[in-house]
């Protein structure tokens, strides 16, 4: 069963467009406008899973009407999600704190964007909490080079641990805390797919976000990584700036 998603529309029909094609597999979807009746008719008689604002879409009366949105009648408790740049989303959470349920940030492709609003509904509609506190995150690729320039890239935010293979992932995980595991799709000895199916069979890393790093961009392949339904996944050659906002989106 597909979850009814509600997307404002806005004023970038691009975004929007590019988001129903990708995501047309897991969400029955349907666009509002920023017309305070439009949403509210929407929320009557579609009762919606959830509600995505793409803020570099999105008019300024749909932004300021979502608080309002929680106190009225027909609001079936859906949680409220935003999609944004990094500043959008502190914008956002600054002027309307504990408003939206989840933030993601920007870049991101649409397929990561379904991954964690999927994985948001299955976890029960929490609200995000961020904190202080230094995340841990697992690395795994057999090419030293991406290894050190992730490692690099993310170090004096993260605590990072960098494997060449996946042989001693679980004994890893076994005795530390990780936050999220960035995979390598494609290795040797042990493959990425083998290690997430792996912890996906055992309770204690079974909730642990997987994103997964592939070389190789044809939909089939995309399709088939999709299918294991990971966290996320970013293509190589690695774009700093998706990798950054994909582990604080995850992690």
Not at 83 to 97: L, S, V, W
Not at 134 to 163: C, G, N, P, Q, S
Not at 203 to 218: D, N, R
Not at 231 to 248: C, Q, S, V
């Amino acid at each position: 069963m597909k979850y009814k998603v509600l997307v404002n529309q806005g004023e970038n029909p691009a975004i929007i467009k590019d988001f129903f094609i990708y995501t047309q597999k897991y969400f029955q979807a349907v666009t509002t406008t920023e017309i305070w009746e439009d949403v509210i008719n929407h929320f009557e008689i579609m009762k919606p899973d959830v509600y995505l604002v793409f803020m570099e879409s999105a008019y300024s009366e749909a932004i300021t009407q979502i608080p309002r949105l929680k106190t009225n009648t027909h609001y079936n408790e859906a949680p409220i999600i935003i999609i944004g740049k990094r500043e959008e989303c502190e914008d956002f959470e600054q002027n309307h704190p504990h408003t939206a349920n989840l933030l993601i940030r920007r870049p991101i492709s649409s397929d990561n964007i379904a991954l964690s609003v999927i994985a948001f509904l299955e976890k029960g509609h929490e609200t995000q909490v961020s904190d202080n506190t230094r995340k841990k995150i697992l690395v795994v690729d057999d090419d030293r080079t991406i290894l050190k320039m992730i490692k690099t890239a993310i170090e004096d935010k993260y605590d990072v641990t960098a494997m060449l293979n996946g042989v001693m992932v679980e004994r890893f995980l076994s005795m530390n805390e990780v936050d999220l595991v960035i995979l390598d799709y494609e290795m040797p000895i042990m493959t990425g797919a083998a290690i997430f199916r792996m912890m996906k069979e055992n309770p204690k890393y079974a909730k642990i976000p997987v994103c997964f790093l592939t070389g190789v961009s044809e939909r089939a392949k995309v399709e088939e990584i999709m299918s294991l339904k990971p966290r996320g996944y970013l293509l190589k050659p690695i774009n700093m700036e998706m990798l950054l906002a994909t582990i604080a989106n995850l992690a």
